[in-house]
């Protein structure tokens, strides 16, 4: 019987929930259709229509044909570009045309953008009053150079710096100054509120610190104020020295250092008074040098000197700043040329010499020597160059040089270091012969008999030059020795298997010398003056070098030389006054008058005059110079 009720309850059951179950699936099916059925109903003119929901600006566009969008958007254009943008920064107020922005609406892209805004579902959904209305803005294409010229000229009334905080020590103690905040024109978001023409635009400023700051600037005060307050004691080898307030005060250094600020001392400052309150505790480097004996030169070695540690001492003092006693300590002092850095120039043997001799006058001898005694002992790096005037210095009284002759515009005339040319053109040899390159240099104006044909230079403050460069893999020691007759200059380097030639052509297109007379009013009547004793020829000479390293040939050069005849050069004063003339003697009656045409007194025709003899040198023969090692003769 149980049994039996229990089927009886299970049958029930399952005839009772059948018709349920199907209502609710006829409910699903009936729902998505609906959906399908709107979904579909809500995109079907969207190709033609903006979609519900939809605004451009203040234009609610929402389910209009695109093409009436795009006609009301015209219409809202010419509105937006006929009136001006207000741009307001702060208090201040500036008026901007869009025609000077060169604006252009872009209708095409917001209607593409508000066509697109929904998708099918939104669009229901939109429909519906399920969502947000879409806000798509009507942009503008500003021309950017105009665009940009507008921000400028609005930052310009609005920018203004920050001001730094700053620490300063004045009269013994240390100050600070507050930092000021600056203010900076949001320039992008400016450029993106233009870009929609508003009315009106209230731009948006940004305060900009002064960095350091002021909190930064009273922290380094009070180290600094510190340092000040207790000068230490500074020891080293049982002495004792007690630094004072002034000089610590100048040697403070507070600067900026990104958000904060050091505090230093300039051991600079402080090294005189502490170098010689241990003066007997330290010991002076020597340098190395070079000990020419003969042809060969030797490196004499430098020495390691012994001071105190300056730069530590000053580190430590502003690090403690309240300690009342600080040791020195003392390092190793370097040379300025170390025995290593001078074995490496590898300067080991004479490659050349040259020698012009002089013979006149003191001033001009006196000038030679003391720019011997200038130079003497010059070196010359690898790869470096030499300047005559940079390496001298400008010639006056001050420095030891005399007025003496020199060229100037085809006249000698008195100057201060008149006579250095002769040290150009030896030293000039000198590297002529040494194989260097020649990057600079100019003859003399007329041609000097105590000089070769064509191989000299001239040189003067201010210009012409000599410039030379060392090209080889080593440097130059020039040693100059200057008597009272002779200049000598020589080069000590490696050979390097360097060797040089050189020839001399025949001069050609000789050209005389003049006479030159010159007026001269302050001169007696009548009087003449040799103010310059010339008669050398002008011409014009080629000289060539060649340039051996081993079999190699490094350079090959012709130079051409073009002299101007040196003019003799007389100064003539004011003609003299004609003597009186003597009063005619009264003709005795009877006497003849006298014949005319010339006196028998009177010579008639001219003369020739004897040309003068020539001036103009031969050229030597070919010269070789294996060791480049030549002097004049």
Known sequence: MRSERRQSLRDGRRRGRRPGFARAVAAAVGLALLVVTAAAWAAWPQDETIPPGVRIGDLDVGGRPVGEVRELLAVEARDQLARPVVVSVGDRKASLAPADLEARPQIGAAVERARTSRGPLSRLAARLGLVDPVEVPLTYRLEPARLEDAVRRLARTVDARAVPARVDVLDGAARATPAEDGRRLDRPALRRALATLPSAVDAKVTTVPGVPSTAAAEEARARAQEVLDAPPVVTAGGRRLRLRTAELAAALRIRPRGKAFSVALEPKILEPRLRQAFADLARRPRDARFAVDGTRVRVVPGRLGRGIDVNGLARRLAAQPAAPQVAATFAAVRPELTTREAQA?????????????????????????????????????????????????????????????????????????????????????????????????????????????????????????????????????????????????????????????????????????????????????????????????????????????????????????????????????????????????????????????????????????????????????????????????
């Open 345 to 633: 120039m590898r300067i080991r043997e004479l490659v050349s010499e040259f020698t012009t001799p002089y013979a006149c006058c003191p001033p001009r001898v006196t000038n030679i020597k003391r720019a011997a005694a200038i130079l003497d002992g010059t070196i010359v790096p690898a790869g470096a160059r030499f300047s005559l005037n940079e390496a001298l210095g400008e010639r006056t009284l001050e420095r030891g040089f005399l007025s003496a002759p020199q060229i100037s515009e085809g006249r000698l005339v008195d100057a201060v270091g008149g006579g250095v040319s002769q040290m150009a053109t030896t030293i000039f040899n000198a590297a002529f012969f040494a194989g260097l390159e020649l990057v600079d240099h100019t003859p003399h104006q007329f041609y000097i008999s105590r000089y070769p044909v064509g191989r000299e230079a001239t040189v003067s403050w201010g210009g012409p030059e000599l410039i030379v460069r060392n090209d080889w893999k080593a440097a130059i020691l020039m040693r100059i020795s200057a008597s009272d007759t002779a200049v000598t200059v020589r080069f000590y380097s490696s050979r390097l298997g360097r060797r040089v030639t050189t020839t001399t052509g025949t001069p050609r297109g000789q050209r005389p010398a003049r006479t030159i007379e010159v007026r001269n009013p302050s001169l007696p009547p009548g009087s003449r003056v040799v103010e310059q004793d010339g008669g050398v020829e002008g011409f014009t000479v080629e000289y060539t070098r060649k340039v051996f390293e081993g079999d190699k040939l490094r350079r090959d050069e012709r130079f051409t030389v073009r002299y101007d005849p040196e003019d003799t050069i007389i100064e003539v004063g004011p003609a003299p006054p004609p003597p009186p003339k003597p009063a005619k003697p009264t003709p005795k009656p009877g006497t003849p008058p006298p014949p005319t045409g010339t006196t028998p007194d009177e010579p008639t025709g001219t003369t020739p005059e004897e040309p003068p003899p020539s001036t103009t040198p031969t050229a030597p023969p070919e010269q070789e110079v294996p060791g480049g090692t030549t002097t004049t003769p």
